[in-house]
């Protein structure tokens, strides 16, 4: 090898030890490695950027996009009604999340569907109190485990069904040939996530709980009568186990019941008193199914879809100050509803219209966004700022955006369109139909995790291009000594650390011929090996950068580097070992 291999090696070994032992972005770390190769003549320019025009990144960041829509339109709580349940355990939650996603996955490329159910997967863990760290990284290693399944599972499985058609005589791979070993990989994989994640995984809690927050509210909601929660129990209904909150009481017919218990199901236009902090107030407010209390809310100017929560600080300049709500009237001196009053921890009786204001109070406001300029110097407020992330859903529209998540996917399975071209259509759909707004649509993209794929790309060019990689690779299988199953090993072992530093389907392309000639040599069946080379490319569990999965969950489950070879290099291990003794049972040497 040359100078620029040696250089290349190196420097990726400085990145991987900077990520694992500093808390320096990996986008940070990644693009300064790019950057250096770039000056230093190893890559030229269209290699260094290419990564960024690539068909799977642009893919990723437009399913953002369609992702955006169905949050905004409530459409991830369906999905978490329906497919993931309320269990009530960490191992019973994993078992129902994996089991789903790697079948869906199967049928499904993994990216996209990574990409729609971590929001999904990030509301259910709050819903249940769980730590997202114990359920991001089996989300995408059940992506993964179901993609080796089938032909269309994964697009490194297609990709080396190209490669067998065009540089053997073999015949063409069916759907379900790879099955014969992925199903069985499948299943010892999440075996042992199920078995060994409780002490692999970490267990991250948010710094400060949401129970550490002072501002109590008081929130009164009304089951409405047309809506879903009539006639479930309050535990079905997703109202026992809201972080931060709790249901203080029933008010049925001019019936006040206190301590009310989770088997008691839910009538039309009961009034509910939750009390509880901020985080868990928007949450309420997001349920489909419950309005507030106060009819205000709907005499409002706006649409309440075009409104958010606020909270603001009560002045003692404040025309409203010392007296009720109602008698100030508030709503049409500032276009704007009181939903709850916060006093110093103090419960509130009174309903909302009867509390008398005094300076001090944080009030909880349903408003136009608009409103923080308006009153942001004001005097009558100490502090104005609006709740992140407190847009309501537009629920009319949530089947119109899960129509076309739906046909996204139908259209795409059928190959009609490719991924890319699907998830441009539905995007553009998405913003057509007003599902999604275009400030919506900026804020969901995550740059972050694009710009880590583009520069995976660019290492693997890196590799390829300096012939670091063949080399490697070459001297690994030259390790085997002409044994089949020893060769077979090597391959699998060689494709699997590449597709952790450089991507899966350059893995893939970089072993398909050094394991065609070795099968050559040694006058065997071929087809064990492309079963080798299928599965170690896509089964990249130790690093986040291996595969796209595993950099979209990092963010999203708070993990740092050195997590994913903890539970990822005994599942490398696991699936090797399936593999290398199935592969030459199903398909002789």
Not at 131 to 143: E, N, T, V
Not at 276 to 304: C, I, N, W, Y
Not at 337 to 357: F, S, T, Y
Not at 456 to 465: T, V
Request: with cysteine; glycine share 10%.
């Amino acid at each position: 090898m040359g100078w620029e291999a040696w250089t290349t090696l190196g420097l990726i070994a400085f990145m991987v030890g900077a990520m694992a032992l500093t808390r320096i972005s990996a986008d940070v770390i990644l693009w300064g490695g790019v950057s250096l190769l770039l000056v230093l003549g190893i890559l030229e320019p269209h290699d260094a950027l290419g990564g960024l025009a690539k068909e799977g990144m642009v893919t990723v960041g437009v399913l953002y996009i369609v992702v955006a829509g169905i949050r905004a339109t409530g459409g991830m709580a369906w999905v978490v009604q329906t497919l993931l349940g309320r269990p009530r355990s960490v191992l019973a939650a994993q078992a129902r999340l994996m089991g789903p996603v790697a079948a869906a996955s199967a049928f499904l490329n993994n990216t996209p569907l990574v990409a729609m159910m971590i929001p999904a997967v990030t509301e259910w863990a709050k819903n249940l109190r769980l730590p997202a760290s114990k359920l991001m990284i089996p989300l995408s290693y059940a992506a993964i485990f179901g993609g080796v399944c089938t032909l269309i599972g994964t697009s490194t499985n297609l990709v080396v069904y190209g490669l067998v058609l065009s540089e053997t005589d073999m015949p063409p791979l069916g759907m379900f040939t790879i099955t014969w070993v992925g199903v069985p990989c499948a299943i010892a994989g999440i075996a042992y996530m199920l078995l060994f994640s409780r002490w692999l995984l970490p267990d991250r809690q948010p710094a400060i709980s949401t129970t550490d927050d002072p501002r109590q509210y008081t929130v009164e909601m009304i089951v409405e009568a047309s809506g879903p929660m009539v006639g479930k129990t309050i535990e079905q209904a997703g109202l026992r186990h809201l972080p931060g909150l709790y249901l203080m009481e029933i008010e049925r017919e001019g019936e006040i019941r206190p301590a009310v218990a989770p088997e008691e199901k839910l009538q039309a236009n009961d009034r509910l008193v939750f009390v509880g902090v901020v985080g868990s107030v928007v949450e309420l407010h997001k349920m489909r199914g419950l309005k507030p209390a106060t009819d205000q809310v709907f005499k409002l100017d706006a649409p309440r879809s075009q409104r958010c929560l606020l909270e603001a600080v009560v002045s003692d300049s404040c025309p409203v100050a010392g007296v009720s709500v109602r008698e100030g009237r508030f709503r049409t001196v500032y276009n704007a509803v009181v939903i709850a009053v916060a006093r110093n921890g103090e419960r509130l009786r009174e309903k909302i219209g009867d509390i008398v204001l005094k300076p001090g109070d944080t009030l909880l406001l349903e408003a136009l966004p608009s409103f923080v300029a308006q009153h942001r110097d004001s005097r009558d407020f100490y502090l104005v700022s609006r709740i992140p992330g407190s847009e309501l859903p537009r629920y009319e529209k949530s089947w119109v955006a899960l129509l076309i998540l739906f046909g996204m996917v139908a259209v795409v399975t059928a190959g009609w369109l490719s991924m890319l071209k699907g998830a441009l259509l539905a995007a553009g759909l998405m913003l057509l139909t007003r599902c999604c707004r275009v400030s919506e649509a900026r804020r969901g993209v995550d740059w972050h995790v694009l710009l880590v794929i583009a520069a995976a790309f660019a290492l693997g060019a890196a590799l390829d291009k300096t012939g670091a990689a063949a080399t490697i690779a070459g001297g690994l299988v030259d390790l085997a000594g002409g044994h089949p199953w020893l060769t077979l090993a090597m391959v699998y072992a060689a494709t699997t650390i590449f597709t952790e530093i450089i991507t899966n389907n350059a893995a893939a392309i970089l072993l398909f011929p050094i394991a065609l000639a070795a099968s050559r040599d040694l006058g065997v069946n071929f087809m064990p090996f492309v079963a080798a080379i299928m599965v170690g490319a896509s089964a990249s569990f130790s690093t986040p950068i291996g595969y796209q999965t595993n950099m979209m969950v990092y963010g999203p489950g708070g993990y740092r580097f050195l997590d994913y070879p903890r539970v990822g290099l005994p599942l490398n291990v696991l699936m090797g070992v399936v593999t290398v003794l199935l592969a030459p049972l199903v398909w002789p040497f």
